[in-house]
């Protein structure tokens, strides 16, 4: 691709701790954050143009056809895509380019070569990743048991990338992190 940035790709089943890890990674300037198009509702808090750029399915669709999507995904019902444009604009800065994507996304990306450095957040085990996602409450029992047999299916793929970062311990998960990503802000 000829670039002079950092492609970076983080995934991990929902309950990992993947979203605070990557907060906590984004502190540093020099890391950009790769903000996803979807179909999803936004939730409370969430800012259009920040978190994602919520998009009718339609205007996905129209998307899809336009090519403006690097890789798209069905995840839990909705539509998510990865937008070209600013990831090259970011690499071709010079920037590290954080991608908080599923499984599905970030194995097309690797299936079509794009190089980049891919690290999945494992839950330390499974009794624990279903008593985080118990403890969230948020979902339905039916939403429950489909968001625990993603993050089976998820975890299985784990070996396909190129660091799997068990978060037993918060910061020591993130501290991890920064070190692989290389950014400039240490613990
Ligand atoms: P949420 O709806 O909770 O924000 O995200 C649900 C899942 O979609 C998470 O696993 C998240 O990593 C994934 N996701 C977010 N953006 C993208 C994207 O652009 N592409 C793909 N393939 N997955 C995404």
Redesign the pocket.
């Known amino acids: 691709m000829g670039t002079k940035g950092k492609m970076v790709v ?5 309950g990992a701790g ?2 605070t890890v990557c907060r906590r990674v984004l502190e540093d300037p020099e890391v950009e954050f ?1 903000i ?3 179909t ?1 509702a936004r ?1 409370d808090g ?1 800012v259009d143009g920040r ?2 750029y919520f998009l009718s399915a339609d205007e996905f669709r129209q998307k899809v056809e336009a090519g403006a ?1 690097i ?3 069905h ?2 019902g ?1 539509m ?4 070209r444009a600013p990831m090259d604009a970011a690499l071709k800065a010079g920037r590290i380019y954080l ?8 194995l ?1 990306m690797k299936g079509i070569d794009i190089p980049g450095l891919y690290l999945f957040i494992a839950p330390p085990n499974f009794e624990e990743l279903r008593k985080r996602l118990i403890g969230r409450n948020t979902e339905t029992p039916e939403v429950l048991e489909r968001r625990l047999q ?1 993050a089976e299916d ?1 975890y299985r793929e784990r070996v396909r990338y190129d660091h799997v970062i068990v978060n037993d311990n918060l910061e020591d998960c993130i501290a991890e992190v920064r070190r692989l990503i290389g950014s400039g802000v240490e613990g």
Request: proline content about 3%.
């Open positions: 983080i995934s991990g089943p929902s993947k979203s790769s996803s198009a979807t999803r939730r969430e978190d994602y999507f890789e798209h995904a995840v839990h909705n998510y895509g990865t937008l991608l908080e994507i599923d499984v599905q996304g970030a097309q993603k998820e």
